[in-house]
C-alpha cells in the first residue's frame, strides 16, 4: 500500500484533503495511504510545497517522487538532498485563472479604466477614445503552459501579441520571439508587457534598467509571474521618470509585501497580494492523483521539472 | 454627381471629412460632392447626426437615404418627415471597441479587481480566490450585432454566456433565450448581466424593481446600450438594499450625466462617459461610403432600419 505525504502548511490540509480523497476514489486508489504524518523510511510519494518547513529528502529512503503543490519550483529544484524525479503542478484551473487575471488587467490598462474609477466626481471626461486593441502591441515574456495559454488570450482579443521565450516557440496568432535580441525587440513592440518566466537564475531581473529601456513611452507592466524577474529599483526610477506609465504587481521579492514598500503607495503601482495564479483544490487534487496513478503504474510523470534549467 | 449631406455637429466634420475622402477615392467616387451646405432641394444623401439641428426632412426632395453616423436610431426613427431609407451605424471598430469595453469590465467584476486598485493601504488581502469564469454565469440582453459579438466572447471567455432577445436566435456557444419568460430564466442565470438592447418603447426600463428581483443578490449590472433600459430609482434602490452589488453605467436618460446625479456619487456605481461605443471615424468613414456606393448602384443599403420595429 503506498503512502503518500502530505507535506504543507496545515490550512492546506485542510482545504486538499477531501478533494484528493475523492480524487483518489475517482481513480480507484482508495487503497492508498493518505496522510500529513509517516516515519520517512515508509514514504513514496510526497505533495510538497516549498513553504512546509521540510527541506531535508535524505531520510525518505523508499520516496518515488515529489510532486510540487504549486506552479514554481525555484524554493526546491535546486535541492541537493532531492534525488528522484519532481513534477511542477500544471492545473487547468491554475491556467484558467492565470489567463482571466491576464486578459482583465490587460484589458483594464487598455481601456485606461482607473481613469473612470477613480474619477466619480461628476466630471464627464469623454475626451479621449481609446485606441482598438487591433492597434496596440502587447508582449508576453515566458511561453511555458501559462504564458502560451495567455498570449493565445490576448490574440484572439486581437491584440497584436508578441511572446519571447528563451528557446524558439511557434504559438498560433503570436509573435514569437527568443534570445537576447529577441527580447529587446518583443519589448520595442509592446505597450502592454506581462511577465510569466519561470524564476530561475539566468530570469533574475529580466526587467532591469537596460531592458525597461526598450519599451516604448507610457508602457505598462503586468507581473503575475514571479517578483525577482524585476529589478525593483529601476522599475521605480522608470516609474518616477513617467517612462513605465503604471505597473500592476502580484508577486513581489519578499510576500507579503511589507506594508512599508513603495510599491503600496506610489500612484502609478498597483499591487495584488499573489492571486494570479491561485491553485484550485479541485482540479489541482485531481491532477495530483492522475500523476501518482501513472508512477503507480510505471509510466513517466507528466510535468517533469529538468534539475539542470531548473523550471 | 451626387451631392452628401454631412449633417453633424462641426467637430464632427473636422475629424470625419479626410476619412471620408479617403474612402471615397478608395471606392472611385471621387466626384462626388461632399459637403456640410448644400441647398435641400439638391441632396442626394444624409450622413446624419440626430443631435445635429437637423429634424425637417420635407425640403429634401431629391434625398435618396439617410445614414446614420452611430448605432442608436431612436431619435430619429420616429420622424414622420423621413421618407426614405434610413441605415444604422454598424462599424467593425465600433464592434470591436464594445467587445474590449464589454470583457474589461465583466473580467474587472468577476476578478474584483476595484478592491485591490481602491485598496492599496498595504494590507495583503489575499484571503478569497475568486470562482473561475467557466463558474460564472453571465448574461447578455440584446443579441443584435454588437450584443452577439460581446456574448461570443465571453462564452469563449469560460463564461456560461446566457443571451436574450425579443426573437428567438441562435448563436454558437451561448444560452439564447427569448421572450418574457426568456427574460426570467437569462436573468436568473446571471451574476453579471450585460445591457445592449437598441432603444424601443418595448425595451424602456426592462430592467425594473420586478426583473431586478430575478437577480441572484450581489449581482452586478454593465450598461453600455441605452440609459432608458434602466429604470434608475428602480437600480438605485437595489443597490441601496445590497441586493445589486454594483452598476457600471456608461449610457444615461441625460447626458451628460448631471454632476449632481446620485449615480456619480453611490459607492456601487462607476460612470462611465458614453465611451464604450465609440465609433472610429475611419473605419465608420469606409462603411458609409461603401453604403452610399451600394444605394447609387441600385442596390439595397446595408443594416436598414426596420421603421416600424424601431431599430
Known amino acids: 500500500m503506498p503512502t503518500i505525504l502530505f507535506a504543507a502548511k496545515s490550512e492546506r490540509w485542510s482545504t486538499y484533503e477531501p478533494h484528493l480523497r475523492a480524487a483518489l476514489a475517482e ?14 523510511g515508509e514514504v513514496d510519494y510526497i505533495i510538497y ?11 525518505y529512503t523508499r520516496l518515488k517522487a515529489v510532486l510540487n503543490l504549486w506552479a514554481g519550483v525555484e524554493d526546491v529544484v535546486g535541492n541537493a538532498t532531492l534525488r528522484v524525479p519532481l513534477a511542477r503542478m500544471v492545473d487547468d484551473g491554475l491556467t484558467e485563472g492565470m489567463v482571466e487575471y491576464v486578459t482583465g488587467h490587460v484589458l483594464r490598462h487598455h481601456l485606461g479604466m482607473d481613469t473612470h ?8 471626461r469623454d475626451d479621449s477614445t481609446p485606441p482598438l486593441a487591433r492597434d496596440r502591441g502587447v508582449a508576453v515574456l515566458g511561453l511555458g503552459v501559462l504564458g502560451a495559454a495567455c498570449a493565445q488570450a490576448l490574440a484572439r482579443l486581437n491584440f497584436p501579441t508578441h511572446g519571447w521565450s528563451r528557446s524558439p516557440k511557434s504559438i498560433p496568432g503570436v509573435i514569437c520571439h527568443h534570445g537576447v535580441d529577441g527580447l529587446e525587440n518583443a ?40 517578483g525577482a524577474l524585476v529589478d525593483d529599483s529601476a522599475l521605480l526610477a522608470a516609474l518616477d521618470a513617467g517612462h513605465i506609465g503604471h505597473a500592476t504587481l502580484d508577486t513581489f521579492r519578499i510576500e507579503p509585501l511589507p506594508a512599508d514598500h ?12 499573489h492571486i494570479a495564479s491561485a491553485t484550485r483544490a479541485a482540479s489541482a487534487a485531481r491532477t495530483l492523483v492522475r500523476n501518482i496513478k501513472r508512477a503507480e503504474m510505471g509510466a513517466p510523470l507528466y510535468h517533469l521539472v529538468d534539475r539542470g534549467l531548473g523550471y
Open 187 to 226: 519589448l520595442r513592440a509592446a505597450q502592454i508587457v506581462v511577465l510569466l518566466l519561470p524564476n530561475t537564475p539566468e530570469t533574475n531581473s529580466t526587467l532591469n534598467s537596460r531592458t525597461l529601456g526598450f519599451l516604448p513611452k507610457g508602457a505598462v507592466i503586468v507581473n503575475p509571474g514571479r
Open 262 to 273: 513603495r510599491y503600496w503607495s506610489h500612484p502609478h503601482v498597483t499591487v495584488t497580494p
Open 27 to 40: 481513480n480507484g486508489l482508495d487503497h492508498v495511504h493518505l496522510t500529513v504524518e509517516a516515519a520517512p
Open 117 to 124: 474609477i477613480h474619477g466619480q466626481d461628476g466630471l464627464w
Open 49 to 59: 510545497a516549498p513553504n512546509s518547513g521540510l527541506t531535508d529528502f535524505t531520510p
